[in-house]
């Protein structure tokens, strides 16, 4: 709803309180040294790579690249293949969002506003990526999300310094800007207005009878539309595999996997687990007398009952002899692992005091002997001989073409067999092969083999698991227009389609300007001369269309732009024609039956208000603090990301 009011006033909302932090976490919550952009010489400068300055603030090419980089990180988590032109769009706003933040540092350094580590330690108390699992920051917590944003502590703190300056200047603007009942009742009313009116189509197909061009006309419509029948760039790519079925030969020999089995003993070793009682006493004799009367009586709990509380009897349950000896020490848990079933041990010095120990039950763990763990070695070595195989065949392939041979010497170097694709087009698929398909893992491969040129160096590219692949391209079709003898079908049938949507305006322009004139639509329709279908009738409430968030059929937008009486033809977004739409009847919306309606509107335009008074604020402080945008210099920094692609 709030949207159509925004719509209506043409005011710049939503650019205040928090748009600054917001880009940030839309960046992947990382944007680098916002307190410090820049030291000593901040002017512009050949090659000084600030983008724009305020004060001792200057925004660089290098902060702007590390937050539109985490942005293309969080596009590629949904499409692997996004690059800088994908995000391009929102470059201005990321621009804006960072000269606006280095307007409030700049100010807030002027006018000295303290912010206490204290602050900022509450601050990072609140992130939730950097709490453990029991809901607090630990140290090794915040480090672990230090790593996953790739920022420094003294990064992150700057952040949080900007973000909280930014709530102590604006939250005081834009609290409680508050808009008048009197000002939010029509708002309220025009949301109820209703309207009715009149709808028909002007399908493009009852036009398309006894339309066949010649051939002089379609030479004309080709030329015309040459760009849209261009064929992009084709490509036949030469590429050799190197991976697992390469290295399909390379295993573990015997001797490897006994000199590994011998090695690793401890791990294939039966491991028991035991449970056991025990009593920890700090006074050795104390210790020495629960012990005598336990092994006399096989009663732990009795034996130590004489000595009173300070001699709780605790149980320990499935313990492997590495988690005893965490808690008692090796030597303690040597002797109780050494120790039967229902046996007494101790006094046993540990970390805690002396401790008297029962065995009380056992489970043998099962070891494994040499034969029951050759399948496992076997497989465990061999995929990483097999992976050592595959990096000294890419050496090697690397080696050769280092040493200038081309991409036939080099795969011969390396005994590699290569295919050639057929003639495929940047997205793999194949215009003279319908049925061919590229492997999915040798996707990869494409891109730089659209990207180098047929007589640079082949490239190695990474497959990730299936290995690695060499790839070259064995021929180069430049983008061109196809011939029109080979899509001389296609380009018929869009003349046709043209033609008849040429005259689907012409009729429907016609039918709208009667219409507009007092004829009812119905009639202009049956006046046309034409077939068409029958109108239909339409209404709707402007509250109902403001609830679709922008998704407005553009009929009905048509029904609340025109005024009463009046017409307009628009092309039908289905494609095939256009329709057209009169507005008969405006019933006025009356907001004083509906207060709940007034009271939410007074709401969000009062939200609407407040975020002005931050923007107005905000623009204020940057007139104040005399911003220096660098537009030479930000216009060459935005081609150069798109023409550096990734």
Do not use: C, H
Not at 55 to 73: A, I, M
Request: hydrophobic share 45%; proline share 5%.
């Amino acid at each position: 709803m709030l949207s159509f009011f925004r719509r209506v006033s043409k005011s710049k909302v939503g650019t205040g309180i928090m748009a600054f932090v917001l880009i940030a976490i839309l960046a992947g919550f990382a944007v680098a040294d916002l307190r410090n952009f820049g030291s000593g010489d901040i002017g512009f400068g050949a090659g000084s790579g600030n983008l724009a300055k305020v004060s001792n603030q200057v925004v660089s090419e290098r902060e702007v690249g590390d937050t539109l980089q985490r942005r293309l990180q969080v596009v590629r988590q949904e499409r692997p293949d996004a690059d800088y032109a994908s995000i391009i769009g929102e470059f201005p706003q990321v621009i804006e969002a960072m000269i606006d933040q280095a307007a409030l540092l700049a100010f807030g350094d002027k006018y000295d506003f303290p912010l206490s580590k204290r602050l900022i330690d509450a601050e990072i108390a609140q992130l939730p990526g950097a709490k453990s699992l029991g809901g607090q920051v630990t140290e090794q917590s915040y480090q672990q999300f230090l790593s996953q944003q790739r920022m420094t502590d003294k990064q992150l703190r700057q952040l949080l310094w900007a973000g909280l300056l930014q709530r102590l200047l604006l939250t005081p603007v834009a609290t409680n800007a508050r808009v008048p009942v009197g000002m939010a009742t029509p708002y309220a009313s025009m949301l109820l207005e209703m309207r009715e009116g009149e709808g028909a189509i002007v399908p493009a197909d009852v036009f398309k009878a006894g339309l066949n061009p010649n051939d002089a006309q379609l030479q004309q419509f080709y030329a015309a539309n040459r760009a849209r029948y261009t064929v992009p760039e084709q490509r036949a790519l030469r590429i050799a595999r190197i991976g697992p079925e390469q290295v399909a030969g390379v295993g573990a020999s015997e001797q490897e996997i006994a000199a590994y089995y011998n090695a690793n003993k401890a791990t294939y070793a039966a491991n028991d687990t035991r449970s056991l009682s025990q009593v920890v006493v700090q006074d050795q004799n104390t210790a020495n007398a629960i012990a005598q009367r336990a092994k006399a009586s096989g009663n732990l709990a009795a034996a130590a009952a004489p000595a009173g509380s300070s001699a709780a009897v605790t149980s320990l349950k499935d313990q492997s002899r590495g988690d005893y000896a965490g808690v008692a020490g090796e030597k303690a848990a040597a002797a109780v692992f050494g120790a039967a079933p229902g046996t007494v041990v101790g006094p046993l010095q540990s970390d805690f005091g002396w401790a008297v120990v029962k065995v009380d039950s056992v489970k043998a763990g099962g070891g494994k002997t040499l034969e029951q763990a050759r399948g496992e070695i076997a497989t465990k070595l061999s995929a990483e001989k097999r992976k050592g195989a595959i990096e000294e065949l890419v050496d090697k392939v690397q080696t050769a073409l280092d040493e200038g041979s081309n991409f036939n010497e080099a795969i011969a170097a390396a005994k590699l067999t290569a295919t050639t694709t057929p003639l495929v087009t940047a997205n793999g698929t194949s215009r003279t092969d319908a049925a061919f398909k590229l492997p999915a893992e040798l996707a990869p491969a494409l891109k730089p083999g659209f990207e180098i040129a047929q007589n640079d160096a082949p490239e190695i590219v990474s497959l990730g698991d299936a290995g690695y692949a060499v790839v070259s391209p064995a021929e180069v079709v430049p983008a061109a227009p196809a011939p029109l003898a080979s899509i001389r079908e296609r380009i018929v049938s869009d003349w046709i389609n043209e033609q008849a949507n040429k005259r689907a305006e012409e009729v429907a322009n016609q039918i709208a300007s009667k219409a507009s004139g007092g004829m009812s639509l119905a009639d202009a329709v049956k006046g046309s001369g034409v077939a068409l279908p029958p109108t239909r009738q339409i209404g709707a409430r402007r509250i109902q269309i403001s609830d679709q968030q922008g998704n407005v059929p553009p009929a009905m937008k048509i029904l609340f732009t025109v005024a009463a009486g009046k017409s307009r033809a628009a092309p039908n977004p289905q494609g095939g024609g256009y329709f057209v739409v009169k507005t008969n009847k405006i019933t006025p919306g009356n907001a004083l039956m509906s207060p709940g309606l007034i009271t939410q509107v007074q709401g969000e335009l009062s939200q609407a208000m407040a975020q002005d008074y931050a923007a107005q604020f905000v623009a204020d402080i940057k007139r104040t603090m005399k911003v220096k945008r660098n537009d030479s210099a930000i216009q060459a920094y935005r081609t150069r990301l798109l023409t550096s692609g990734n």
